[in-house]
T-cell receptor, first 113, second 115 residues
């Protein structure tokens, strides 16, 4: 069972469209991170959300942490071909002795010009 | 450039062999994480070291082992290699141990192909 479930798995959209991808868990996280990975490269950190209900914006990307700190979403406005990549969420579950930085399987986004 | 260096970038070896993957973390980072990434499994956590000590073990096979040296670089040893071990192996580092606000910085990975 995957600790962090991401949906959708694959998303193909036209340039200029909006989209939202989700990261869900039954566990509480002290924080969640979002990463983007391009083929042949390592994941690159985009943002960390810490407080339940927190919203962070990075240009056209908006990240939200759920009130209960069990889920997060990433919304992209007016997607560009440069947004193409694998979007991964990651976190360490709250609780004593948790040291595993766990990743979801990711959403593979393709933005068509 | 994340500041995390992994060598080699590519490795082709035969079944049954043993290989060593090397990772140098970002300057000042005490934690090193190893991950295996395959098409169907995504990024699978293998092991975490903090300042030379093992902190957490994930889905790491008994044929695999790792260590972190006093200079904080780390090595992942893979032995008795099987075809199914072919994957991208990533190293990541962070300032502290995995916990609140852990932000990991990844190397470019080592692509291992077992033939």
């Amino acid at each position: 069972t995957q600790l962090l479930e991401q949906s959708p798995q694959f998303l193909s959209i036209q340039e200029g469209e909006n989209l939202t991808v989700y990261c869900n868990s039954s566990s509480v996280f002290s924080s969640l991170q979002w990463y983007r990975q391009e083929p042949g490269e390592g994941p690159v950190l985009l943002v960390t959300v810490v407080t339940g209900g927190e919203v962070k914006k990075l240009k056209r990307l908006t990240f939200q942490f759920g009130d209960a700190r069990k889920d997060s979403s990433l919304h992209i406005t007016a997607a560009q071909p440069g947004d193409t990549g694998l979007y991964l969420c990651a976190g360490v579950p709250s609780g004593a002795g948790s040291y595993q930085l766990t990743f979801g399987k990711g959403t593979k986004l393709s933005v068509i010009p | 450039d994340s500041g995390v260096t992994q060598t080699p970038k590519h490795l082709i070896t035969a079944t049954g062999q043993r290989v060593t993957l090397r990772c140098s973390p970002r300057s000042g980072d005490l934690s090193v994480y190893w991950y295996q990434q395959s098409l169907d499994q995504g990024l699978q956590f293998l092991i975490h070291y903090y300042n030379g000590e093992e902190r957490a073990k994930g889905n790491i096979l008994e044929r695999f082992s790792a260590q972190q040296f006093p200079d904080l670089h780390s090595e992942l040893n893979l032995s008795s290699l099987e075809l199914g071990d072919s994957a991208l192996y990533f190293c990541a580092s962070s300032v502290g141990g995995a916990g609140t606000n852990t932000e990991a910085f990844f190397g470019q990975g080592t692509r291992l192909t077992v033939v």
